[in-house]
């Protein structure tokens, strides 16, 4: 397989596959990262992993070739967290107003109420955003956004044009997520991350389909960012 067949690969795992994400790890199981960039020719989507695809810089200086997504829309809901409860807090939320709240849903996966249906249809649950609120922050439980009526209790949030940061880990959650926010704040941004700033006040989080308490589930953290 060629870089740029890579690159198309990566592609299909991120917009054809129920919204899984190709992630990985290094061979010590240390987060690995990388950039990304989504392209779109007038035809195809392109997603060209930079630290992989030596194709990256002739698609980024072709004229002919613009950035795709000028926004990508999210929908879901929120709570505002406190800086320092955040690894406390945001499991907190899941539990209560995730897993507890649509136990019945995700038991029938039939849903009864307006907000039910968005939540199978925009597959709310493969995302998280933290966005920067006045006294912390705001952590979403989302999915990406397909059209339509948002019911009441719902809200979308929409991320502008952007070069990624993207970071990945492998292991049973919370945990491995704590793991790699630490990693990216603490470690990546201070050095290499000092290359970039934040495109925007919000960071992503990505999750697969599969058992969360798994040593093998797979999450990531997106940060969008430009180049200083």
């Keep these: 397989m060629t870089d740029y067949e890579n690159s198309i690969r990566v592609m299909i795992d991120l917009f054809g596959r129920d919204y899984q994400f190709a992630l990985s790890t290094d061979k010590n199981n240390i987060p690995s990262s990388r950039y990304v960039d989504t392209y779109f020719d007038g035809e ?9 695809s030596k194709k990256a810089a002739e698609i980024a200086d072709n004229p002919n070739v613009s950035l795709c997504c000028s926004r990508m829309t ?3 809901y929120h709570t505002e967290i406190r800086p320092n409860e955040g690894y406390v807090k945001c499991p907190e939320f899941w539990e209560k107003e995730y897993n507890q709240k649509y136990v019945r849903l995700w038991q029938t996966m039939k849903p009864e109420t307006p907000v039910e249906e968005a939540l ?8 998280a955003i933290c966005t920067e609120s006045e006294n912390g922050f705001d952590y979403w439980i989302a999915g990406l956004y397909q059209g ?3 019911p009441e209790g719902l809200k979308l949030y929409s991320f502008p044009e952007s070069r990624w940061a993207v970071f990945s880990a492998k292991g049973s ?3 491995a997520l704590q793991t790699l926010n630490t990693y990216v704040w603490q470690e990546w941004f201070p050095n290499e991350g000092q290359k970039f700033q934040a495109n925007g006040m919000a960071t992503l989080e990505v999750y697969s389909a599969g058992d969360p308490q798994s040593p093998d589930y797979e999450c ?7 180049k200083i």
């Design 44 to 52: 195809s989507f392109y997603v060209v992993t930079y630290g992989l």
């Design 74 to 76: 999210f929908i879901g």
């Design 120 to 127: 199978l249809v925009n597959n709310i649950g493969m995302f």
């Design 148 to 150: 339509g009526e948002v």
């Design 173 to 175: 959650m919370p945990e």
């Design 220 to 226: 990531g953290i997106w940060v969008p960012v430009k």
